[in-house]
């Protein structure tokens, strides 16, 4: 490899950018590095070899650039680090980094590019590269889209190697003797001949003014000791004692409490309102007014959510259809050329195929709340020309962003502090808490404030998954699928998401075909065709976002096409997958639960998506009793290319199914007088643990790129269970929740 360009020690050593010939990623070959922004603030005594690493006397402290919110990401990444310093993870310290373009996430557009998954041409991994540079510009530090762990896996290998050599070379400056004798364990640098050590907290100062004009190699995976193994979750032990600090536990000296009543005809104004009772309650500080609502501030958050009860208001009509079926009418009535998007797929002729005995099928699934366990929550603090913000947020900078527009303060003056979530699922990337937070801030200067939404805000102002319907027709000749024509609509969250963010993406939406063009399945003629609804309440992403509706859709499908063939659903669907990870994630999955082996009262279901780049197959099982059907087993299998922690995986794909079966068994959002009906948990409930099957896990490694786990596990949830209740019952449920037409015990 040519010499690599000379590195600053003050710049952000490790970015995303491909070098040429694609081998290593992670050092800049275009533009100016950003800042180390660590530098700014560093006691005296600590040193930063990099913008994720910082020694002080107390140890080593590893940066995390992306956000905890239960999926165990912290320790993965402290891992990446830890591994490469020759450290375990009790060694190191983990929190998570201030708001920086230099965290900025790569990874989260290659998902974005025309080319499917499984398209490992020169081209596409040239594409894929590519979107480093918009990344790099546009500087999201955001946490989503699986990404963390592909964007993470080289730059912070790399950040602890980087520093691993510096610590060497200031032992070997120290000592004077040649650095390529020396070795690291433990946290100190050793002598060649064993007989003295340097820890790490002595060289660190010295080792921060050492240049690296090369980039130093990795830990051979052959030889790690903390990667690749089950890790206990560093979080573990703060979240059981009740001792870890989400944004509602945060507590500051004067610390008061709000809570905010918006319209919740979304989008639509505030007319009037009467606070004169809520003013004159106990504990009330302040009514503060909000663009489309006001805030109470108060003594307590209970103070504070009563007087907002005995607030009346005049609320302004809604910006779109106010009934159900008006909004379901807008996505039926996009399946018109006009209302087109994208044609993601077109092979063969599919008009041309589609004649003499058609199977034709619609579906729709509803809107969806995230209905994260803790409520949206944000604490802000506006003192001496300084805002501070404290919030579980998936996009730190984007929140600095909203601190600077708001206030008028230099990006500087803007501190944001990103606690840890009980819950994200794409909602915490949301700012509407934030602002809110924000402008309590400013009119209670100089006082911290504690923002919390109540349940029943929380759930009527969501940025909800879409409402989203298809139209499928195909033909089979024989057992071969012949030809296969997916249509699907739903309104864009590209455009709604973004827009609430101010950015305006040209260009088809790809969450609206997401988890459908891109599968894997080999058919002669296949066309995959997207239609933008127009808009109705605000949607955005939610988990596994466009794929967890259309792997419903494109799963069901292919299993009635199996039955129609008279093909047993899993040999169907070998037949028309050629991809080596996919078929093998299909075949685990199926000798895991036993398929083909019938049990007496029970029946199973299968299904598979490709999503986000992991291949995931999943078996339902269920049984009929007197109470109604129940979930007897769960089986998944995955493929992630590199299992950085196995352990973690397997409960990231636990999560995902029971998130995907909850919405599968009751979860819908509907509309009435432009209001979201569904308020608390008890009309939005979540899967009971004596509803949840025993869920089995398997992870493959067989893929060439490292990918993340995070949603996955999410699509092919709904549509083996709805397979499975057909292959007990007879009964197809194309729409969901499936609790419409079958009860559960």
């Known amino acids: 490899?040519?010499?690599?360009?000379?590195?600053?020690?003050?710049?952000?050593?490790?970015?995303?950018?491909?070098?040429?010939?694609?081998?290593?990623?992670?050092?800049?070959?275009?533009?100016?590095?950003?800042?180390?922004?660590?530098?700014?603030?560093?006691?005296?005594?600590?040193?930063?070899?990099?913008?994720?690493?910082?020694?002080?006397?107390?140890?080593?402290?590893?940066?995390?650039?992306?956000?905890?919110?239960?999926?165990?990401?912290?320790?993965?990444?402290?891992?990446?680090?830890?591994?490469?310093?020759?450290?375990?993870?009790?060694?190191?310290?983990?929190?998570?980094?201030?708001?920086?373009?230099?965290?900025?996430?790569?990874?989260?557009?290659?998902?974005?590019?025309?080319?499917?998954?499984?398209?490992?041409?020169?081209?596409?991994?040239?594409?894929?590269?590519?979107?480093?540079?918009?990344?790099?510009?546009?500087?999201?530090?955001?946490?989503?889209?699986?990404?963390?762990?592909?964007?993470?896996?080289?730059?912070?290998?790399?950040?602890?190697?980087?520093?691993?050599?510096?610590?060497?070379?200031?032992?070997?400056?120290?000592?004077?003797?040649?650095?390529?004798?020396?070795?690291?364990?433990?946290?100190?640098?050793?002598?060649?001949?064993?007989?003295?050590?340097?820890?790490?907290?002595?060289?660190a100062v010295a080792a921060a003014g050492i240049t690296l004009d090369s980039a130093p190699p990795l830990k051979d995976p052959a030889r790690w000791r903390v990667l690749g193994r089950t890790q206990p979750r560093i979080d573990m032990i703060p979240k059981v004692t009740g001792t870890a600090t989400f944004t509602v536990d945060l507590r500051l000296p004067?610390?008061?409490?709000?809570?905010?009543?918006?319209?919740?005809?979304?989008?639509?104004?505030?007319?009037?309102?009467?606070?004169?009772?809520?003013?004159?309650?106990?504990?009330?500080?302040?009514?503060?007014?909000?663009?489309?609502?006001?805030?109470?501030?108060?003594?307590?958050?209970?103070?504070?959510?009563?007087?907002?009860?005995a607030i009346t208001f005049d609320w302004g009509p809604a910006p779109y259809p106010a009934e159900q079926a008006d909004l379901a009418g807008l996505v039926a009535g996009a399946f018109d050329p006009a209302f087109q998007d994208s044609v993601n797929r077109d092979d063969g002729d599919v008009a041309a195929a589609l004649t003499g005995d058609l199977f034709e099928a619609a579906y729709d699934v509803p809107y969806l709340a995230h209905a994260t366990m803790e409520p949206m929550s944000a604490a802000a603090l506006l003192h001496e020309g300084r805002l501070t913000v404290w919030s579980g947020n998936q996009l730190p900078t984007q929140v600095r962003a909203e601190g600077v527009a708001l206030t008028g303060l230099p990006p500087e003056a803007v501190q944001v502090e990103t606690l840890l979530m009980g819950g994200g699922f794409g909602r915490r990337a949301e700012m509407d808490v934030i602002r809110q937070a924000i402008t309590v801030a400013m009119a209670m200067e100089g006082t911290p404030v504690l923002l919390i939404w109540s349940r029943e805000e929380d759930m009527t102002h969501d940025a909800y998954r879409p409402l989203a319907m298809a139209r499928v027709k195909a033909r089979l000749d024989g057992a071969t699928l012949a030809a296969f024509d997916f249509h699907t609509a739903a309104s864009s969250v590209i455009t709604s998401q973004t827009g609430r963010l101010g950015y305006n993406l040209p260009g088809p939406d790809s969450t609206i075909v997401q988890g459908a063009w891109e599968q894997p399945y080999v058919i002669a003629n296949h066309r995959v065709t997207g239609y933008r609804a127009p808009m109705g309440p605000p949607v955005g992403s939610w988990r596994s976002v466009g794929a967890s509706q259309n792997a419903f859709f494109h799963e069901t499908a292919i299993d009635e096409l199996a039955h129609l063939a008279g093909v047993d659903p899993v040999a169907f669907r070998l037949a028309h997958i050629t991809d080596e990870p996919s078929r093998k994630v299909i075949e685990a999955v199926a000798a895991m639960a036993n398929w083909g082996t019938p049990v007496a009262g029970r029946a199973q279901g299968i299904a598979f998506c490709l999503s986000f780049g992991v291949p995931c197959a999943e078996v339902i099982e269920v049984s009929e009793t007197p109470e109604g059907l129940r979930m007897t087993g769960a089986w998944a299998a995955v493929d992630v290319g590199r299992a950085l922690d196995p352990g973690n995986i397997v409960a990231q794909v636990q999560g995902a199914m029971v998130y995907g079966l909850s919405a599968a068994l009751q979860g819908a959002i509907t509309f009435a007088d432009g209001m979201a009906e569904q308020q608390n948990f008890w009309d939005y409930a979540p899967l009971r643990l004596p509803q949840c099957p025993p869920i089995a896990v398997q992870v493959l490694e067989l893929q060439r790129n490292i990918r993340g786990v995070g949603e996955p596990g999410l699509p092919p949830a709904a549509p083996a269970l709805g397979n499975a209740i057909f292959a007990l019952t007879g009964q197809r449920l194309r729409s969901l929740p499936f609790a419409q037409a079958v009860s559960f015990a």
């Open 1 to 203: 490899m040519a010499r690599l360009m000379k590195i600053a020690r003050r710049g952000f050593l490790f970015g995303a950018a491909a070098i040429a010939g694609g081998a290593v990623f992670g050092w800049w070959k275009y533009a100016t590095p950003y800042d180390n922004p660590l530098l700014a603030d560093l006691p005296e005594g600590a040193a930063s070899l990099t913008p994720y690493v910082v020694i002080d006397g107390a140890g080593v402290t590893v940066i995390a650039p992306r956000a905890e919110m239960g999926q165990g990401i912290h320790t993965t990444l402290a891992a990446l680090v830890a591994e490469e310093m020759d450290l375990t993870l009790a060694q190191v310290r983990v929190i998570h980094g201030p708001a920086s373009y230099a965290y900025y996430n790569a990874a989260v557009l290659r998902e974005g590019v025309p080319f499917a998954p499984t398209d490992e041409s020169w081209l596409a991994e040239r594409m894929r590269d590519a979107m480093a540079i918009p990344a790099k510009f546009l500087g999201f530090q955001i946490t989503g889209g699986s990404s963390s762990i592909p964007d993470a896996y080289d730059k912070m290998r790399l950040a602890g190697a980087a520093a691993r050599e510096m610590l060497v070379r200031a032992a070997a400056a120290q000592w004077g003797v040649a650095p390529e004798g020396l070795r690291t364990e433990g946290g100190a640098v050793i002598a060649a001949d064993g007989g003295q050590s340097l820890p790490y907290t002595a060289l």
């Open 254 to 309: 004067g610390m008061l409490f709000a809570t905010a009543r918006t319209n919740p005809r979304l989008g639509g104004a505030m007319l009037g309102h009467d606070a004169t009772a809520a003013a004159a309650m106990p504990g009330v500080e302040r009514i503060v007014p909000l663009p489309d609502g006001v805030a109470v501030v108060a003594r307590t958050t209970w103070q504070a959510m009563q007087a907002a009860d």
